[in-house]
């Protein structure tokens, strides 16, 4: 059986929890579960882990744990379902959040640029904006600015131009037929790179992943315990830019507003510096090369 997900910065990511063994934690992005159980071999038998989901595909990696308990929804909903199994803080919230590995290679789900599949891209497969939605219905300017702000591709307008030209034709309705409209934007040279942008900045979109993190930091304080830690792994450049700012400001853009001695009341503070992973677990997980980790703990 192939490996579901290969969590990266697993125990410098658990470590930064600093974990109480008789503490509250979440898991924000369960997956395979490699974070969840790490924690949960930390915990003893009166600590508990809350892990979120929205992908239907991990229900098949639950931990048999009665500490456990797996909430089926989108952790920008983080406040509102603790709430709902009773809990107002936590010691410690985990975020991984890249793609699985799961999504990546399971052929249907359109994620990657390998396989032939109807675009997809849904990590919520109930959700009803898809990757077919976005490439063939969006403008051509709002594509134009998706490609740009999610892809960071500097050609964002004449590919978004290219797709509707050839959409206007035909529908494009497979990962396969999408790689074939941007093969004149693709260099042999650096044709994965491009193409991993291409997809990439569609499947931000498509599961509003820049939104859902803006929500989810902005609840962290209310969450929080007093000296809780949050570990963030993150691996896109604007995902890391938001998470940095808000542990320094509290703020996504802006300053904070200082007080009458000039100093700034922010909730959170950053611990240690930024983790990147060794050369030796890029080599052993590809996936891991891009990855930053911040964290943080609310004052």
Do not use: C, W
Request: hydrophobic share 40%; glycine share 6%; proline share 3%.
């Amino acid at each position: 059986m192939m490996e579901y997900h290969n969590p990266v910065l697993l125990k410098e990511s658990v470590d930064g929890l600093n974990i109480k063994p008789n503490g509250v934690y979440v898991d924000v992005t369960f997956g395979g579960g490699g974070h969840s159980k790490e924690i949960l071999s930390r915990l003893n038998e009166k600590g508990k882990l809350f892990a979120f989901d929205q992908d239907d595909d991990a229900k098949n990696n639950i931990i048999d744990d009665e500490r456990f308990t797996l909430i089926p929804q989108n952790f920008r909903f983080i406040k509102r379902y603790l709430r709902f199994y009773g809990v107002k803080k936590v010691d410690g919230i985990l975020a991984d959040l890249g793609v699985s590995s799961h999504q990546f290679d399971e052929a249907d789900r359109g994620f990657s640029t390998r396989f032939d599949a109807d675009l997809d891209m849904r990590m919520n497969q109930s959700d009803e904006l898809s990757a077919f939605q976005v490439v063939n219905f969006y403008t051509e300017e709002k594509l134009a600015d998706v490609l740009f702000q999610y892809g960071e591709l500097r050609n964002a307008r004449a590919i978004a131009k290219k797709i509707v030209e050839t959409r206007a034709e035909k529908k494009i309705r497979t990962s396969f037929q999408l790689k074939e409209v941007l093969s004149a934007f693709v260099p042999k040279s650096v044709e994965h790179k491009v193409l991993a942008q291409i997809f990439q900045a569609i499947r931000i979109e498509v599961n509003q992943e820049i939104e859902v993190l803006k929500e989810f930091l902005l609840q962290i304080p209310e969450v929080l315990n007093t000296e809780g830690r949050l570990s963030v792994i993150s691996y896109h450049s604007l995902e890391d830019r938001l998470v940095k700012r808000f542990i320094r400001n509290g703020l996504f853009e802006g300053e904070p507003e200082k007080d009458f001695y000039g100093n700034i009341n922010v909730p959170m503070k950053k611990v240690g510096k930024m983790i990147v992973p060794s050369f030796q677990e890029i080599k052993e997980n590809n996936r891991a090369r891009s990855a930053k980790l911040r964290i943080a703990t609310l004052k």
